[in-house]
């Protein structure tokens, strides 16, 4: 069993150790295409208390989990475990959230899938699968019970 930390201790430990020096932003591929979202300003509004306030906005559903601003910081920390957090969090007091969210998440965790591979056009605009072009079929998780298991874990059983 992995050890997870609560959404609280996540809050705690990303948004004190923040300075602010903005390179999750100018990272981030969310920023350039939509208002509103910076994660810097996610962290320094966690920093401040103000969670309710991200959880009942939209703003912590825009996130595309690239992960480039976790990579990028100076200090380590994670605006997308902070995200994720929330999202835990406004999911469990059943805040609204986008359309097909829970059934998003239903499918991965049933499936191991988080998309079903798609017909590829050559060139010559043909459409072909997998199989067409000589591929093995796209790879599951080899032991679906502990995916499953794992994935409940980090997701937290009420999102599932």
């Known amino acids: 069993m992995t ?3 609560s959404p609280k201790a996540v809050f705690q430990a990303n948004a004190e150790a923040c300075d602010q020096c903005g390179k999750c932003p100018s990272s981030c591929p969310v920023t350039i295409h939509v208002e509103g979202f910076n994660p810097r300003q996610i962290i320094a509004k966690v920093a ?8 009942k906005s939209q703003v912590i559903w825009t996130c595309t989990s690239c992960l480039k601003c976790k990579e990028r910081c ?10 994720q957090a929330l999202r835990r969090i406004a999911i469990y ?26 017909l590829v056009r050559t060139r010559s605009k043909e459409r072909k699968d997998r199989k ?29």
Do not use: C, F, N, W
């Open 3 to 5: 050890q997870k930390k």
């Open 48 to 55: 401040l208390g103000r969670e309710a306030d991200l959880m």
């Open 74 to 83: 100076p200090e380590e920390i994670s605006p997308y475990d902070v995200i």
């Open 93 to 118: 007091l059943e805040l609204p959230h986008p359309e097909g969210y829970d059934a998003s998440v239903k499918a991965v965790v049933e499936t191991g899938v988080v998309q079903q591979p798609q």
């Open 132 to 160: 067409s072009m000589g591929l093995p079929p796209a790879e599951k998780p080899r032991d679906m019970a502990a995916y499953t298991e794992t994935l409940r874990e980090i997701l937290g059983e009420e999102t599932v």
